[in-house]
Every structure is written in C-alpha cells, then in structure tokens.
C-alpha cells in the first residue's frame, strides 16, 4: 500500500491489505475481480502466440549485446541490463534504450533495489502484521516516509512512461507493444492512467529485472564450468555452423543448449 498505492499488480488480493494479517496474505487464495482481469489481459496481450511476434526485437538486442559484449567486456552486467531493459521497453512500450546510460532507467533499477530494501526490513514486517502501527506519525517511523518517497518517484517513471505510449499512439508513430492492447482495454474498461502505468509498470520491471539476473547467473557458471561452455560451443558450431547465429528456429535442435537455459534457472533463481 504504501510503496505501491494499492496499484501494484503483483500484489491485489481479494481483500484490502490494510485489513489482512501477513499470515492471511501468504495463505491466501483468493484474489478479487481487478486482479483476475488484469491477470486475464496480461495472458491475451502476452501469451505464447503473441510473444512470437516479438522475436525481431529480441534479435536486435542480442545483436546489440553480443556486440558490447566484445568492445566493453568489463562492462558485463550494464550490458546485460541494457538489454534486458531495451527488449522490454520495446515490446511494452514501443521503444528502446540504447545505452546503459540511459537516465530513466538507471531510476528503474534504482527504485526497484529501494523497494526490495524496504520490504526487507522489520519494520514493514510489523506494518504488514500490525496495520494499525500506520496511524502513528511519520516521524516515529521513518520507514513510512521512505515507502511514500520511492512511490511518489515511481508513480512519475511509470505514468511518464505510459502516457508517452499513449501519445505516440494517438500519433500513430508506435510500434506493436503491449501498450497498444492496454490503450484499448483502457477505452472500453474505463481504468485510470495511474492502474495502466503500474500494470505496464510491473511489467518493465519484472522483465528488466529478472532477464538481467538469470543471464548473469548464466554468464557466471560459463566462467565457473569452463567444459559446459567448451560442450554447449560445439553444439553450437555444429547444428548452426559458424557463419550466422542461433535463431528461435535451431532451438528444437540445441538440446545441450535448451539444458544450460533451464539449469541457469534452476541453479540461480532470480529471487
């Protein structure tokens, strides 16, 4: 409630927080009838079957990335990132991050670190428990404060995001994203510019995030099992050659390949 505004996708149920215990959140089932219509929108613009209309921005990046990769090896993780961020913001949005530099999303990541420290601590534990605990001024917990400072600075990013979508619609100049589908969904349903920000919102920062920590946790086990790399490169070379790169199309050949993608994911969680 506090660092979300009662926006945040991730985290409706059925009941208002404010009137559950953190025990009844974690055991509870039922979710209310926001969250299951924008679980239901988010499966219809983001199912299996759309996805695929997004591999050529998915190539562009990889391209991008593989190219930093080899003129900026030191810079390992800001590449990453930037791919992860640009490949999301592209098919949320319509539009790319080209440089790690990039001002707003350094505030992404940014927020995102403070929101998980915030929700780490025992005083969020005890506001989650205690609801009542948040009537008692700010200054006796400066947590409070903190939660109310990083949604107001992320409330910006996200509605700044989503209404520059909104307007290169109207314009006629955006890509096919996400946010084409939710511009509809919005006329017809009647949802507030700060629902579609944090719907589109939760989104970018679930993609940038969590892409970026998987395939750094791949990057480090290539370094970690150097015959892994030396057994997945030969595959490589000899189902796709050595004249072009993997495309979605070699993946049911890649079975060593496809083996390393899921064992990242099972070695080094995202969480």
């Known amino acids: 409630e506090l660092c979300s505004g009662g926006l945040r996708f991730l985290m409706m149920v059925t009941t208002p927080a404010h009137t559950l215990s953190k025990f009844v959140l974690t055991s509870c089932k039922e979710y209310g009838p926001t969250w299951r219509y924008f679980r239901k929108m988010c499966h219809a613009l983001l199912n299996v079957n759309v ?3 997004y591999v050529p921005y998915q190539l562009l990046e990889n391209r991008q990335m593989l190219h930093e990769m080899l003129v900026a090896p030191n810079r390992c993780l800001q590449n990453i990132r930037r791919y992860s ?4 913001t592209t098919m949320v949005y319509g539009w790319r991050t080209p440089t790690y530099d990039d001002e707003k999303m350094m505030q992404l990541y940014e927020g995102f670190s403070e929101f998980v420290q915030i929700n780490q601590t025992g005083t969020s534990a005890l506001l989650d428990s205690f609801p009542v605990l948040r009537r008692l001024p700010d200054w006796v917990l400066p947590l409070q404060t903190r939660a109310k400072k990083a949604f107001k600075k992320e409330r ?3 509605v700044g995001h989503w209404l520059a979508a909104k307007h290169a619609i109207k314009a006629g100049t955006i890509r096919p994203c996400f946010s084409v589908g939710m511009a509809q969904a919005q006329q017809e ?3 507030s510019d700060d629902q579609a920000a944090y719907i589109t919102g939760t989104l970018l920062e679930a993609g940038s995030d969590t892409t970026a920590s998987t395939l750094y946790g ?3 086990a290539m370094l970690l099992f150097p015959e892994v790399q030396k057994k997945a490169q ?3 070379d000899r189902i796709v050659g050595k004249d072009r790169l993997p495309t979605m199309e070699d993946e049911p050949n890649l079975q060593y390949i496809r083996g390393c993608v899921k064992e990242s994911l099972r070695w080094m969680p995202t969480t």
Do not use: H, M, R
């Open 234 to 236: 030969d595959e490589i």
């Open 85 to 88: 961020n640009a490949l999301t």
């Open 189 to 191: 349903e009647g949802f």
């Open 156 to 158: 910006e990013l996200y």
């Open 51 to 53: 996805s695929k209309s």
């Open 218 to 220: 791949f990057v480090q």
